[in-house]
Structure formats: C-alpha cells, structure tokens
C-alpha cells in the first residue's frame, strides 16, 4: 500500500523530531558521563591514597591483600566500562551517521592495546582505504563518480559494516567479563566484612565508589537508550507497490 502524499511529510517530520532529540539526548549525557567518569576515578583514587596511610601499615598481610585485590579488581572495571563507552559509540556513529562520522584516530587511542584485535584490524583497513581515496581525489584528480573512487568508498563501507559488527561482538564479550567481575567484587565485600577493622576503615571508601559506578552506569543505560532511538527513528522510506512502477 503507497503512503498518502500528507501522510509521508508528516511521518518524516516526526522521525526527524525523534531523531534530533535523540542526537542532544547523547551529546548532553557524554557531556555527564565525562563528568562521571571523572568522579569514580577520584573515589577509586582516595582508596589508593588509604593504602599510604599507617592505618592500611598496620593492617594483617591478610587485610592488605583484600585491599590490593579491591584496587585492581575497580580498575579492571572502570578500564572496561571505558572500552564498552568508546565501542558503543563507535557502533551507533556508524549505524546512525556513516564510517566517515567515526573518529577511527580517537577510538584507536582510547582502547588499550590487544584489548579488541579485530577492531583495531579493521581501523586500519578502513583508515587505509580512506587514504587512497584521498589520494585518487588530491592526486589523481579523479571525480567522485570516478569509477576507482566508487570502488573505493564501496569498500570503505563494507569495511564500516565489519567494523560495527566485530565493536558489537567486543562489547558483547566486556559486558560478559563484566558481570563476572561484579561478582568477584560482590564475592570480595563479603570476604572483607570477616575483618571488621579492615571494614570499618574501607566501608565510607566502598561505599562512595560503588555510588559513583552506579551512577556511571545509570548514565550509560542512558547513553544506550538513546542511541537505540536513533537507531530505530530511521528515515522515512516510501514503499512502492511493484504493480504501480
């Protein structure tokens, strides 16, 4: 069935309207989540700066290693809550406005090495490729409807697609790592309750870093429900009926 000449405006302004919200919604909670971020790192810092103190000097080898094993399990988290930001943005950005939107050079920068191998193969061709069309516009002179240049920008967006799809299966992967360093740190509290001074020392400290990440992470549900509206609010395509032409 062909859309109606008033409907078809009409549902095109509205998907717009969602979109547009959709794009401030993002801008303005990245703009937060720095600012979150920022937070859960200076509550995980203070509890860094308590292992200077004669009070952590005093604690048993037992008590001391606790600690040390809450150290590097929160920041084995926040590393990993910071990769599933930069991965998750990378995919909406491709999804929503094109690789040639995506900062491939900032992404590159902000995962660590060896922590997604197939993204990082595939910044490269990409990145590769967007150099040789340069080089066919700037060098060769070649017009975009050159037939190298569309063979090119054929390849850069198939290599887009593969790029969203191995960010996707990275992220699948943190998000499943993540859940089980939740429960190593759940495992760990209760572990830490047997040693009541260690606790009593620890537990203002605990207590303002899980509040920070719990507000990193309401934040970040945020940031993934609006880019799955951006997602879903795609242009308004017209279906033709065949038997009409």
């Known amino acids: ?23 401030s919604d993002i801008d303005f909670i990245n703009e937060r989540l720095d600012s979150a971020q920022a937070q859960l790192s200076r509550s995980t810092n203070q509890i860094l700066d308590f292992k200077k103190t004669q009070t952590f000097a005093n ?7 606790l600690v040390d094993r ?13 990769q599933r930001r930069v991965l998750a943005n990378l995919v909406s950005t491709i999804e929503n ?22 993204v990082s193969q595939l910044i490269n061709q990409v990145q590769a490729q967007q150099t040789e069309e340069r080089r066919l516009r700037t060098e060769d002179r070649k017009s975009p409807g050159h037939p190298q240049v569309v063979a090119v920008r054929a390849e850069i967006e198939e290599l887009g ?11 699948h992967l943190i998000e499943g790592r993540l859940q089980e360093l939740g429960t190593e740190q759940s495992n760990l509290r209760e572990e830490q309750r047997l040693f ?4 009593g020392q620890l537990q203002a400290l605990e207590a303002q870093r899980t509040l920070d ?19 879903a609010a795609s242009p308004y395509v017209e279906v033709l009926d065949p038997s009409i032409g």
């Open 1 to 23: 069935r062909k859309p109606t000449t008033a409907s078809r405006p009409s549902a095109e302004r509205s998907a717009e309207r969602v979109r547009q919200q959709a794009r």
């Open 59 to 65: 604690l048993s080898s037992r008590e001391r290693a």
């Open 70 to 82: 809450a150290e590097v399990l929160a920041k084995d988290i926040e590393d990993r809550d910071r």
């Open 97 to 118: 406005r094109g690789i040639g939107s995506a900062d491939l050079p900032s992404v590159t920068a902000q995962l660590p090495a060896g922590s997604a191998p197939e």
């Open 161 to 171: 697609s593969q790029l969203a799809e191995a960010a996707r299966a990275s992220l």
């Open 196 to 199: 009541p001074d260690l606790e």
């Open 213 to 231: 990440r719990e507000s990193y992470q309401f934040l970040l549900s945020q940031l993934y429900q609006a880019q799955i509206t951006l997602a």
